[in-house]
Protein backbone atom coordinates (compact mmCIF):
# COMPACT_ATOMS: atom_id res chain seq x y z
CA UNK A 1 0.00 0.00 0.00
CA UNK A 2 1.54 3.22 -1.03
CA UNK A 3 1.61 6.67 1.01
CA UNK A 4 -1.42 7.88 -0.46
CA UNK A 5 -3.44 4.77 0.07
CA UNK A 6 -2.81 4.71 4.22
CA UNK A 7 -3.63 8.19 4.38
CA UNK A 8 -7.15 7.92 2.92
CA UNK A 9 -7.49 4.58 4.61
CA UNK A 10 -6.61 6.55 7.79
CA UNK A 11 -9.37 9.15 6.62
CA UNK A 12 -11.82 6.37 6.31
CA UNK A 13 -11.24 5.31 9.29
CA UNK A 14 -10.98 8.15 11.49
CA UNK A 15 -14.45 9.64 10.29
CA UNK A 16 -15.77 6.28 10.86
CA UNK A 17 -14.95 6.37 14.13
CA UNK A 18 -15.97 9.64 14.51
CA UNK A 19 -19.56 9.14 12.92
CA UNK A 20 -19.88 6.31 16.32
CA UNK A 21 -18.98 8.64 18.80
CA UNK A 22 -21.23 10.94 17.37
CA UNK A 23 -19.03 13.86 16.77
CA UNK A 24 -17.29 13.57 20.57
CA UNK A 25 -13.56 13.19 18.81
CA UNK A 26 -11.73 16.38 19.85
CA UNK A 27 -8.85 16.12 17.98
CA UNK A 28 -9.12 14.20 15.01
CA UNK A 29 -6.41 16.02 12.90
CA UNK A 30 -3.86 14.57 15.47
CA UNK A 31 -5.95 11.00 15.80
CA UNK A 32 -5.89 10.74 12.58
CA UNK A 33 -2.02 11.27 11.88
CA UNK A 34 -1.58 8.70 14.91
CA UNK A 35 -3.77 6.22 12.42
CA UNK A 36 -1.96 7.02 9.18
CA UNK A 37 1.15 5.85 10.61
CA UNK A 38 0.13 3.22 12.26
CA UNK A 39 -1.80 1.45 9.28
CA UNK A 40 1.71 2.57 7.25
CA UNK A 41 3.25 0.71 9.33
CA UNK A 42 1.18 -2.15 9.19
CA UNK A 43 1.07 -2.57 12.99
CA UNK A 44 -2.68 -2.98 14.10
CA UNK A 45 -1.45 -4.62 17.28
CA UNK A 46 0.01 -1.45 18.21
CA UNK A 47 -3.28 0.58 17.48
CA UNK A 48 -5.68 -2.08 19.68
CA UNK A 49 -2.77 -2.06 22.19
CA UNK A 50 -2.80 1.93 22.91
CA UNK A 51 -6.89 2.26 22.32
CA UNK A 52 -7.20 -0.67 25.05
CA UNK A 53 -5.08 0.78 27.39
CA UNK A 54 -6.47 4.48 26.51
CA UNK A 55 -9.86 3.11 27.59
CA UNK A 56 -8.66 1.25 30.33
CA UNK A 57 -7.22 4.68 32.14
CA UNK A 58 -10.34 6.49 31.14
CA UNK A 59 -12.42 3.27 33.13
CA UNK A 60 -10.04 3.93 36.33
CA UNK A 61 -10.00 7.99 36.33
CA UNK A 62 -14.04 7.67 36.48
CA UNK A 63 -12.89 5.79 39.70
CA UNK A 64 -11.19 9.10 40.53
CA UNK A 65 -13.85 11.36 39.74
CA UNK A 66 -16.53 9.41 41.72
CA UNK A 67 -14.40 8.04 44.80
CA UNK A 68 -17.09 7.46 47.39
CA UNK A 69 -15.63 7.42 50.89
CA UNK A 70 -16.50 3.77 51.64
CA UNK A 71 -13.53 2.79 49.00
CA UNK A 72 -11.23 1.35 51.03
CA UNK A 73 -7.22 3.17 50.33
CA UNK A 74 -5.20 0.45 50.04
CA UNK A 75 -7.34 -0.08 47.02
CA UNK A 76 -7.62 3.51 45.91
CA UNK A 77 -3.92 3.51 45.92
CA UNK A 78 -4.05 0.60 43.68
CA UNK A 79 -6.48 2.16 41.12
CA UNK A 80 -3.90 5.42 41.31
CA UNK A 81 -0.72 3.14 40.35
CA UNK A 82 -2.40 1.32 37.92
CA UNK A 83 -3.69 4.55 36.45
CA UNK A 84 -0.01 5.77 36.38
CA UNK A 85 1.13 2.62 35.23
CA UNK A 86 -1.13 2.80 32.10
CA UNK A 87 -0.55 6.44 31.04
CA UNK A 88 2.99 5.63 31.07
CA UNK A 89 2.27 2.74 28.15
CA UNK A 90 0.30 5.25 26.55
CA UNK A 91 3.26 7.88 26.41
CA UNK A 92 5.45 5.28 25.60
CA UNK A 93 3.18 3.80 22.30
CA UNK A 94 2.46 7.24 21.32
CA UNK A 95 6.22 7.61 21.22
CA UNK A 96 6.44 4.65 19.22
CA UNK A 97 4.56 5.98 16.58
CA UNK A 98 5.35 9.57 16.73
CA UNK A 99 9.37 8.65 15.84
CA UNK A 100 8.14 6.79 12.78
CA UNK A 101 6.94 10.72 11.72
CA UNK A 102 8.25 13.61 10.70
CA UNK A 103 10.85 15.63 12.97
CA UNK A 104 8.59 18.09 12.10
CA UNK A 105 5.49 15.71 13.50
CA UNK A 106 7.50 14.60 16.39
CA UNK A 107 8.15 17.89 17.77
CA UNK A 108 4.36 18.68 17.79
CA UNK A 109 3.91 15.49 18.80
CA UNK A 110 6.28 15.72 22.44
CA UNK A 111 5.39 19.20 23.18
CA UNK A 112 1.26 19.30 22.77
CA UNK A 113 1.26 15.04 24.51
CA UNK A 114 4.21 14.22 25.94
CA UNK A 115 5.84 17.26 27.95
CA UNK A 116 5.82 17.30 30.98
CA UNK A 117 3.27 20.64 31.37
CA UNK A 118 -0.26 21.21 32.95
CA UNK A 119 -1.33 22.31 29.35
CA UNK A 120 0.83 19.09 27.51
CA UNK A 121 -1.38 16.57 30.48
CA UNK A 122 -4.60 18.06 29.57
CA UNK A 123 -4.22 17.74 25.97
CA UNK A 124 -3.09 14.15 26.82
CA UNK A 125 -5.89 13.69 28.18
CA UNK A 126 -8.11 14.40 25.73
CA UNK A 127 -6.16 12.04 23.18
CA UNK A 128 -6.55 9.83 25.58
CA UNK A 129 -10.58 10.13 25.25
CA UNK A 130 -10.08 10.09 21.29
CA UNK A 131 -8.32 6.83 21.50
CA UNK A 132 -10.63 4.97 23.99
CA UNK A 133 -13.56 6.00 21.00
CA UNK A 134 -10.76 3.96 18.84
CA UNK A 135 -11.39 0.91 21.28
CA UNK A 136 -15.54 1.13 21.68
CA UNK A 137 -15.57 0.83 17.66
CA UNK A 138 -13.29 -1.80 17.17
CA UNK A 139 -15.24 -3.61 19.79
CA UNK A 140 -18.16 -2.95 18.06
CA UNK A 141 -17.22 -3.78 14.83
CA UNK A 142 -15.81 -7.38 16.50
CA UNK A 143 -19.53 -7.96 17.97
CA UNK A 144 -21.26 -6.96 14.51
CA UNK A 145 -18.90 -10.23 12.79
Same mark, same amino acid.
Given at each position: #?? @? !? &?????????? !?? $?????????????? +? &??? %?? %???? @??? *?? *???? +??????????? #???????????????? @???????????????? /??? %? $?? /?????????????????????? #?? /???? +? =??? +???? !??? *??? =??? !??
Amino acid at each position: #MN @E !K &NHKEEANKFC !KE $VDQFSKGKIQNSED +L &NRI %VE %VIFK @EDN *LE *LLED +LSFTAKYSQGL #MTIFQTRSSDIEEDYF @EKIKNEYAESIKKIRS /NLE %V $VI /NQSSSFIQGIFKEKYLGMTHES #MS /NLKI +L =IED +LSWI !KMY *LNE =IKR !KD
